[in-house]
Each structure stands twice: as C-alpha cells, then as structure tokens.
C-alpha cells in the first residue's frame, strides 16, 4: 500500500479464507476428484483444446461448490499469477496432472478465484488449492467445469477415467496402469 492509499484510506482487500482440507486416501497411479460435482466425459467437457485430447486424457466436473483441492500427493509446477485458475502438479509417483477451472476464465483475470498455494510447494491429496466464486464465473458467462488432465498419459500402458455420475472431491476419478 503506498503512501496515498494511506492517506486517503484505500485498503488493500483481505485474502479468502483457506478451506480446510478434505480427508482422501493417496494412492500411486491414482488421480482423484478435484471438485465435488457432476462428471463430465472427456467428448462433451466444453472446450476443444480438452474435449479432443489435444492435452492429454481428461474429465470434467461441473461442480457444485467452489474449492479445488489437490488430485494426488506431490510438487506444485505451475500456477497461474494473476489469473489462478489453473495450477499443475507432479505426483509423487510421476503422474502430471493439470487442473483448469472453466473454460476462458482466464479472462476474468483472478476476479473471484483465490490461490492457496505457490510453484514448488510440495501439497498432499486433499489440500486446497484454489477457490472460486461460481456466480461470478456464470455472470461472466464462462463455463465453471473443472477439468483434470494427465499431461504424460503416454507413458502409462493405459489412462482410464471412471464413468459419468456424481462424485465427491477426493474420490478416484482417473486409473493409471504401467
């Protein structure tokens, strides 16, 4: 804050709280619900570059509350400044995993989003890592579907995304077999 703000009263606005943490068993070569929600097959998640593959296998979830939190155990290797809606991670056993909340969010540029972690940090399944405001993300008129990608699925013998239904966050979404 500079010394006009000071004087004049601007005020800095305060941080989003940070969620607790949702218990989950970590599991190799498993990656679970970031969001709790409705699945969304990886053909009908409303974004081309995902839908298609182009990033590697996906689902989508449309979710029902505004947290995401951490799919597997491991490195933080990417967020998003300014903008936080997405983050990736590198599990503890080698899987990449990339988390996009919505579809062209990030034109919102971090208006209603909240990040709860930095690049290099090591989290565990379950942790907080971004939250969003979904009425905010709808009056933008911007999807909210959180989508979860396995960048590296090639170097797994098969990448298998459970059936569409309701899930909860921290529940097994993508099987990975050596």
């Not at 804050?1 to 941080?15: I, R, S």
């Not at 070569?29 to 590697?56: C, E, K, R």
């Amino acid at each position: 804050m500079g010394f006009f703000d000071k004087l004049f009263g601007k005020k800095e606005a305060p941080a989003a709280p940070r969620p607790d943490s949702i218990a989950t068993e970590y599991v190799d070569n498993v990656v679970v619900a970031p969001s709790t929600g409705q699945l969304v097959a990886m053909p009908d998640i409303p974004d081309p570059v995902f839908s298609g593959g182009a990033m590697g296998k996906a689902v989508g979830i449309k979710p029902s509350k505004g947290i995401v939190y951490a799919p597997v155990s491991g490195v933080i290797t990417a967020t998003m400044p300014g903008s936080l809606h997405a983050v990736g991670l590198n599990s503890d056993s080698g899987v990449e995993v990339l988390i996009h909340v919505g579809v062209d969010t990030v034109e919102m540029k971090g208006d209603g989003f909240a990040g709860f972690v930095e690049k290099g940090e090591h989290v565990t399944a379950g942790q907080p890592l971004i939250s969003f405001d979904l009425a905010k993300i709808a009056a933008a008129g911007h999807s909210d579907c959180v989508i979860t990608v396995v960048l590296n699925g090639d170097d797994y013998a098969s990448v298998d995304p459970v059936d569409a239904g309701s899930i909860e966050a921290g529940q097994p979404i993508i099987k990975l077999a050596d």
